[in-house]
């Protein structure tokens, strides 16, 4: 078999995967874009628009926002703690008490809107007899 072609057997079924070449890959990407933007003629809220929209909807708040805000940069220090070496296990600079119950408590809604936003789309492609494995 070619090494662009591998073959996977899934509950019994064996399909044969084709790595897509360049045109393919060419062709997927006229697809997204037009999938993209009929999306955004139809509505959709890109990412960078979510907090201006969710706030008009009353959903979240300025005061909201700087708590996420302040969790992310929380997040990323913790992080950066640990790819520097971690800490002792009995020492709990990192805080996680605390992290854990903002991440609990704070509002689902922000994070609900924003599996739906655009930004978050993945348009999948395949031809007839050809299955995209990887974009």
Partial sequence: MSENIREVNVDGVTVLVKKPGRKELNDSQIVYN??????????????AKLNEYLTEQGVWSETQQKQYENFIKQINDRELILKKGGIPLK????????????????????SQASSYCAFNTT?????PGIF???M
Avoid at 34 to 47: Q, T, Y
């Fill in 34 to 47: 037009k999938a993209w933007r009929k999306a955004l003629d139809g509505g959709a809220i890109i990412r």
């Fill in 132 to 134: 995209i494995d990887s």
């Fill in 123 to 127: 348009v999948r492609v395949s031809a």
């Fill in 91 to 110: 020492n709990d600079s990192l805080g996680t008490n605390r992290t854990a119950a903002f991440s609990r408590s704070s509002p689902a809604a922000r």
